[in-house]
């Protein structure tokens, strides 16, 4: 299942490079514009140079350092296990109020009272915030 969601998640990525979603592109024009310019052909973006190859073999974007190269695309094997269990739905706190505690296991627990409390303190901030 969480690997499905992941194989969605790259081609919804590999689509948005492909579409040039999210690339700022900048005129090649210096400050000022000229009159009676308003909204040109020349100003639209002009269409990605990378080829498809490349798109779907690396992860166009990711690269922050100066003089590095942007990732390549592994395998899902070569990925770590805990990646795959990012998207999973975690239970919402009426969801654990409704479970018994003592047979919750710990990552459950942990997330009960961290939920708990946050509620608590929304509760005891808003009677304040009326008195």
Known sequence: MALNQIRSLKSVIIAKDAVGVGQRTFSAASGKAKKGSKGAASDAPKASTLSKEVKS???????ILKDGADPKILPDSEYPDWLWHLLDKRP??????????ETLPYEDL????????????????SVKAKN
């Open 57 to 63: 073999t690396t992860v166009v974007g990711a690269n």
């Open 92 to 101: 919402a706190l009426s969801e654990l109020r409704r479970k018994n505690i």
């Open 110 to 125: 942990k997330r009960f009272v961290k939920l708990d409390n946050r509620a608590r303190i929304k509760e005891n901030n």
